[in-house]
């Protein structure tokens, strides 16, 4: 089993940033592909962005994030980040952690039905 928890969140303003933090313990070596999802009130969850343990990390992004976000990953904390940088109001909804036992690619991370680890979610908030 993986357990994972996020960190960060909170409410900023439209151009600023946040850093998003997913901790996961457990047996955490099982955990191949990571990413983030995201949901606002009212709509489905989409992806946003992953990374996967093929070619050392590739990851991808849904294109409305590109240029904006970034994700990584430190194997050594077993810890996953998204950095947010010129956040828009319509990125604001509760981002959730998700661990996936599998590699993924650009075509296939977006794919929720391969994640099968999922955190409880963290809120971000970005006003006018």
């Known amino acids: 089993q993986v357990q994972l928890i996020e960190l960060g969140g909170g409410l900023v303003q439209a151009g600023g940033s946040l850093r998003l933090g997913c901790v996961a313990s457990?047996?955490?070596?099982?955990?191949?592909?990571m990413a983030w999802f995201r949901q606002a009130p009212g709509k489905e969850r989409e992806f946003v962005a992953g990374?996967?343990?093929?070619?050392?990390?590739?990851?991808g992004y849904r294109d409305s994030v590109k240029d904006r976000f970034t994700i990584s990953r430190d194997t050594l904390k077993n810890t996953m980040y998204l950095q947010m940088d010129d956040l828009k109001p319509e990125d604001t909804a509760t981002y959730y952690c998700?661990?996936?036992?599998?590699?993924?690619?650009?075509?296939?991370?977006?794919?929720?039905?391969?994640?099968?680890?999922w955190g409880k979610g963290t809120q971000a908030t970005v006003s006018s």
């Open positions: 990374i996967s343990s093929l070619n050392g990390g590739s990851t």
């Open positions: 998700a661990a996936a036992p599998g590699y993924t690619t650009s075509q296939s991370m977006g794919i929720i039905e391969l994640y099968k680890f």
């Open positions: 457990g047996r955490t070596s099982s955990v191949m592909s």
